[in-house]
């Protein structure tokens, strides 16, 4: 990620030189390098867990401590009454909800 970015840095100091007929190349491409490197890393980070994202929301969840259900084992009545349980805790959440 960082070394893409250097590369777009690059790429945007040229496009502005020659947009302006000036020579830039003055320009401090290592302007506060600690702040690159967060933004790399913390980047990295996300980039992964995206490409995880079911795994990653369902480890979020449980951590907060949700019950998660893997629904996807269940037979079709088992499914369509694990649905039907969900949408009626949900009406009575948002029904109390309404009421407070």
Same mark, same amino acid.
């Given at each position: 990620?960082?070394?893409?970015?250097?590369?777009?840095?690059?790429?945007?100091?040229?496009?502005?030189?020659?947009?302006?007929?000036?020579?830039?190349?003055? &320009?401090?491409?290592?302007?506060?390098?600690?702040?690159?490197?967060?933004?790399?890393?913390?980047?990295? &980070?996300?980039?992964?867990?995206?490409?995880?994202?079911?795994?990653?929301?369902?480890?979020?969840?449980?951590?907060?401590?949700?019950?998660?259900?893997?629904?996807?084992?269940?037979?079709?009545?088992?499914?369509?009454?694990?649905?039907?349980?969900?949408?009626?805790?949900?009406?009575?959440?948002?029904?109390?909800?309404?009421?407070?």
């Amino acid at each position: 990620m960082i070394r893409s970015q250097h590369v777009a840095t690059q790429a945007n100091i040229a496009l502005l030189s020659a947009a302006d007929n000036d020579d830039l190349s003055y &320009v401090d491409q290592n302007f506060q390098p600690e702040s690159l490197q967060t933004w790399g890393k913390s980047g990295s &980070v996300i980039n992964v867990e995206m490409r995880r994202y079911r795994e990653s929301v369902l480890a979020g969840l449980v951590e907060d401590g949700y019950t998660v259900i893997d629904a996807s084992d269940a037979d079709d009545d088992e499914s369509g009454a694990i649905i039907e349980s969900v949408k009626a805790a949900s009406e009575q959440l948002y029904t109390t909800e309404c009421e407070a």
